[in-house]
């Protein structure tokens, strides 16, 4: 059987957390919410963004999932400035402020084109948040950081998914069930 290292006691110690009693404040206090990860944890920002933006009313999320801007940008930029890039281009003034999130995930949490783009973001007065499987070695000083202190890839990957549905229900929204979903579509289907 796979290890996945207790993940549910990793998650209630993680949501018991400060560091995560701070990352929800700041949610909340956004409307628009910026997720950057690499690998498998860019797909856990897409699904995050999409399903934050779908199940709760106030909030816009946005990931970065367009492979040729993508690959045009680190072509042209860097890899390591790729989110830069993306937030110069798609920010606009008025959205520069602390009403704007940018949250960063790494496994290791020293991936330096995360670690840049929280640098570069909070150095533009954005609010912004790491979300690590290890203490980041790189992040900026004073920068804040939810550390699960993961061994493997794979568990922090679905934790971080379980807790964007966690922070659906910390803004007081629900996940619907599947049956409720299937109701709610095609009653007729019941």
């Given at each position: 059987?796979?290890?996945?290292?207790?993940?549910?006691?990793?998650?209630?110690?993680?949501?018991?957390?400060?560091?995560?009693?701070?990352?929800?404040?700041?949610?909340?206090?956004?409307?628009?919410?910026?997720?950057?990860?690499?690998?498998?944890?860019?797909?856990?920002?897409?699904?995050?963004?999409?399903?934050?933006?779908?199940?709760?009313?106030?909030?816009?999320?946005?990931?970065?999932?367009?492979?040729g801007?993508?690959?045009?940008?680190?072509?042209?930029?860097?890899?390591?400035?790729?989110?830069?890039?993306?937030?110069?281009t798609?920010?606009?003034?008025?959205?520069?402020?602390?009403?704007?999130?940018?949250?960063?995930?790494?496994?290791?949490?020293?991936?330096?084109?995360?670690?840049?783009s929280?640098?570069?973001?909070?150095?533009?007065?954005?609010?912004?948040?790491?979300?690590?499987g290890?203490?980041?070695?790189?992040?900026?000083?004073?920068?804040?950081e939810?550390?699960?202190?993961?061994?493997?890839?794979?568990?922090?990957?679905?934790?971080?998914?379980?807790?964007?549905?966690?922070?659906?229900?910390?803004?007081?929204?629900?996940?619907?069930?599947?049956?409720?979903?299937?109701?709610?579509?095609?009653?007729?289907?019941?």
């Amino acid at each position: 059987m796979i290890d996945f290292e207790n993940i549910e006691e990793k998650l209630k110690e993680v949501c018991k957390s400060k560091q995560w009693e701070t990352l929800v404040k700041k949610f909340k206090k956004a409307k628009k919410i910026y997720f950057i990860g690499n690998g498998g944890l860019h797909f856990t920002a897409a699904h995050a963004a999409t399903d934050c933006t779908r199940l709760i009313p106030d909030k816009v999320c946005y990931s970065l999932d367009t492979t040729g801007y993508i690959t045009s940008c680190a072509n042209d930029h860097g890899y390591e400035n790729i989110f830069i890039r993306w937030f110069e281009t798609s920010l606009l003034k008025e959205e520069i402020n602390d009403r704007t999130l940018v949250i960063g995930m790494s496994c290791s949490g020293n991936s330096k084109n995360i670690t840049r783009s929280l640098s570069w973001a909070n150095s533009r007065g954005l609010a912004t948040h790491m979300i690590s499987g290890r203490k980041s070695r790189r992040l900026e000083s004073g920068l804040d950081e939810v550390d699960l202190n993961c061994k493997f890839f794979h568990t922090v990957e679905v934790l971080c998914l379980v807790l964007f549905y966690q922070m659906i229900h910390e803004m007081g929204e629900d996940c619907p069930s599947i049956l409720k979903e299937v109701e709610r579509k095609d009653p007729w289907a019941m």
